[in-house]
Nanobody, 124 residues
Framework: QLQASGGGLVQSGGSLRLSCAAS????????IGWFRQAPGKEREGLSC????????YYVDSAKGRFTISRDNAKNSVELQMNSLKPEDTAVYYC???????????????????WGQGTLVTVSS
């Protein structure tokens, strides 16, 4: 089971730290991805960290602002989000994939398990 948390209301330019906690399995055994879905839009991939060597990937809109990392003590994957913008407002989801090809890390269908989502609202 995956549990996403850390969302909330923040002003433009602010920061939030999201956490994706795994239970019942080790998050290190999976590629973990972060996705978001804004109202009326498709779910989009933001970042992931691979199970093989902890390589990290970011979409262009997240590069330089978001940082993904593992917290082994908490069996979780964190997403530090800085310089937030109103267009970052969305429900954020984390997902775990057992075998995610490098070319598909940003595709929701490549992942096997999903958390319930946490709402991030950025005010202007």
């Amino acid at each position: 089971q995956l549990q996403a948390s850390g969302g909330g209301l923040v002003q433009s330019g602010g920061s939030l730290r999201l956490s994706c906690a795994a239970s019942g399995f080790s998050s290190n055994d999976y590629t973990i991805g972060w996705f978001r879905q804004a109202p009326g839009k498709e779910r989009e991939g933001l970042s992931c960290i691979t199970r093989s060597d902890n390589s990290t990937y970011y979409v262009d809109s997240a590069k330089g602002r978001f940082t993904i990392s593992r917290d082994n003590a908490k069996n979780s994957v964190e997403l530090q989000m800085n310089s937030l913008k109103p267009e970052d407002t969305a429900v954020y989801y984390c997902a775990a994939g057992n075998s995610v090809a490098a070319l598909r890390v940003m595709f929701p269908r490549a992942y096997d398990y999903w958390g319930q989502g946490t709402l991030v609202t950025v005010s202007s």
